[in-house]
């Protein structure tokens, strides 16, 4: 599994909304869809808090992946006592189920951000969506 960031895809219109070309890519099988454009700052951010909600303390727990300009919801479950998370799409035809270890899941997670925010830098982008996603950097060293 590896989350897709376009970094020349970035773009801040005149209202401060910043779109990317961001998407999970499951060994081919591209969520929600090959070359997706979306809202990259905030569902990042939503990403991180969904993730967060999976560390494992010896009970089952589940969180769901959002996106804004597409209906899809990516579910990810994790059993108790268990590091593999299981990513399900069961209205997806066909349906979508695949197994990821969570510290992959959260080393694809800590590689976006810092390619985010170093595109972001580059571009001089700046707002509040940014703010929202720069909170994350603490929790990861910064290394492309």
């Not at 897709?4 to 779109?19: A, K, M, Y």
């Not at 349906?95 to 580059?122: D, F, G, H, N």
């Amino acid at each position: 599994m590896r989350l897709i960031f376009e970094p020349d895809s970035l773009r801040q219109n005149e209202l401060g909304t910043v779109t990317a070309t961001i998407y999970w890519d499951f060994g081919g099988h591209h969520y929600p869809a090959y070359m997706h454009r979306d809202f990259a700052l905030v569902v990042v951010d939503w990403w991180m808090q969904a993730v967060g909600a999976l560390y494992n303390d010896g009970q089952e727990h589940s969180a769901v992946v959002r996106f804004m300009d597409t209906s899809a919801v990516l579910h990810l479950k994790m059993e108790a006592d268990s590091e593999q998370v299981t990513c399900f799409d069961e209205l997806r035809r066909p349906s979508l189920q695949e197994q990821v270890e969570l510290s992959e899941l959260k080393a694809q997670l800590e590689k976006i951000v810092t390619q985010i925010l170093y595109a972001c830098q580059q571009r001089q982008i700046v707002g509040p969506n940014l703010e929202a996603l720069q909170k994350w950097q603490p929790c990861f060293s910064l290394r492309d």
